[in-house]
């Protein structure tokens, strides 16, 4: 064979295969980057869990995917597994992740569910090095997740229960014509703890109010709160404490419309997703929710731009939880900081990171036990200075109470372990 064939076969063998290597290497930068959304998606409360879905997939696109991706032109796939609002079927769901090779997982919905989730997560990472995953809590508010329970592969995005119920009681405790309080809420450890907490510092800061009423019923089972509202209205409370959501809310929403029921409600979640139509005129100046992210008025342009732009691709929705923008904003800065889609170099990335959100404001991820800290706002459910209503309904939220983020922290009893490697 002629010496000249043999080394031109040999050049074109080694050219064809730096080609193999370099579209296979090609292809694996263009490989999506794959987010879990793991919520109720079916149930009773699918119409909150298919809220957040949206908006965070809306994020993607919006902010990232529409500008070429992110790592030299990657694309964030969002994956929605459906947990049913089930600490059972959330396990499943999590194996299935781990399956896929999924290594993000957004979660928000339930306390119970995300301590399960964190569960699963913890022990999975102890036991397969290399593999870890990322549990990013966005709104389960639990004070156990960033305390005793804390995990160096779980971060929450939300200020806790504590945190706002802090808030809440400051406010309650300036008005003078509060003199007993109601307190309903969900039979988990949302709930209990909303309970005993509200008490405990209603006690230090006004003792001299009466809590008339305290009350757990069970969490997405009861269809008609006129029973329980009646005993409200018995009680003769001035004021009611609730940390209900979705389609509990709903329901004693409308109960409370029904019965004519005329007092301050102080509320985590009283607002969207159906509710805020449900409450409509007669919930005017009456319903006051607790809530990170200013409501109207929308403090920049930017933002506004944002929730335009949502509003034109889901007409029906509304953007209810800017947190989720928060996270996967300083998620994909992890990633293009450390040029790592590694669930540790994300974590490491994040600790006691400093972000600046659409609405203009630094938040602060602290290290010690990845709880989030931004300013927290009371708003009330009016139509009046609403240029973003809820529901398609023209009422909405207007923030009246402002708490800086200095204010808002507190200390950690969080003893975390960290991995080495």
Known sequence: MPT??????????TLLLISIISLSSTARTQEPIRIAFMDPLSGAFASVGTSGLKQLEFAADYLFNSHGGILDGRTIEIVPLDNQNSPTETQIQFRRAVSE??????????????????????????????????????????????????????????????????????????????????????????????????IALLKEKRPDIEIVGNELHPIGQVKDFTPYVTKIVSSGADAVITGNWGADMVSLARSII????????????????????????DGKNMIRLIHNETSNPIPTEQRKEFIRAFKAANPNNDVTQPRITNALSMIVLAMEETQ????????????????????????????????????????????????FDADNSGFGLFSEYHVPTEETIVPTSCRMRRPSR
């Open 101 to 198: 090779g999924i290594r993000i997982i957004f979660q928000g919905n339930g306390s119970a569910v995300a301590n399960a989730l964190n569960s699963a997560v913890t022990r999975h990472n102890r036991r397969n090095p290399g593999q870890e995953i990322l549990q990013i809590n966005y709104s389960a508010v639990d004070p156990i997740l960033t305390e005793e329970n804390c995990s160096f592969w779980h971060f929450r995005f939300d200020a806790h229960e504590v945190m706002k119920l802090n808030v809440l009681t400051d406010y309650i405790a300036s008005n003078p014509d509060i003199k007993s309080v109601y307190i309903i809420g969900q039979n988990y450890s949302f709930g209990q703890i909303l309970s005993d907490t509200s």
């Open 258 to 281: 029904d019965n004519g029921l005329d007092i301050p409600i102080f509320t985590f979640y009283a607002a969207y997703d159906g509710i805020t139509a449900t409450l409509g005129a």
């Open 4 to 13: 000249r064939f043999i080394q031109n076969a040999l050049k074109l063998r």
């Open 340 to 387: 790592s889609t590694d669930p540790y170099d994300i974590a490491l990335a994040l600790e006691d990171m400093r972000f600046t959100t659409l609405s203009g404001e630094e938040i602060w991820m602290r290290g010690e036990d990845h709880q989030i800290f931004q300013s927290l706002h009371i708003s009330v459910h009016t139509d009046e200075g609403i240029e």
